[in-house]
C-alpha cells in the first residue's frame, strides 16, 4: 500500500485586531504547504513495516500565530525582524515496525 498527500493550511489576514491597550496588532495572512508520502512493505500478507516521509511548511514561509504573545518581542538581530516566527520548514520520517508476540 502507498499514499501520498498534499495539505494547505490557509489562515487569512486579521486586519480588525483589538488595539485598546495595545494588546494586539494586526497579522499578516498566509498559507503553508505540507506534503508527504508512505507506504507498507508487506511479506506473505503480513506487514513487514510501515515508512513514512513527510516535510511541514514547504516553502519555508515565515509566519505568526495572530494569537501568540511572542510576536511582540524585541527584534531579532540574525533575520531584522520583531518577535518570534513560528517554525519553517521541517523534514520528518517514521519508521513504524509492527511487533507481535505469540502466547504459548
Same mark, same amino acid.
Given at each position: 500500500? @502507498? @499514499? ?43 506487514? &513487514? @513495516? ?7 511548511? &514547504? ?10 504573545? &511572542? ?19 521541517? @523534514? ?13
Amino acid at each position: 500500500m @502507498f @499514499f501520498m498527500k498534499l495539505e494547505f493550511e490557509n489562515t487569512f489576514s486579521q486586519s480588525k485586531p483589538f488595539t485598546g491597550y495595545n494588546t494586539e496588532t494586526a497579522t499578516p495572512g498566509y498559507t503553508i504547504i505540507h506534503a508527504g508520502a508512505g507506504a507498507s512493505f508487506m511479506h506473505h500478507k503480513q506487514t &513487514l @513495516f510501515n515508512l513514512y516521509v513527510g516535510v511541514n511548511n &514547504l516553502t519555508d514561509k515565515a509566519y505568526q500565530n495572530h494569537l501568540s504573545r &511572542l510576536k511582540y518581542t524585541a527584534e531579532n538581530l540574525v533575520s531584522g525582524r520583531t518577535g518570534v516566527f513560528n517554525m519553517g520548514r521541517a @523534514f520528518n520520517v517514521k519508521l513504524n515496525i509492527p511487533l507481535s508476540f505469540k502466547q504459548h
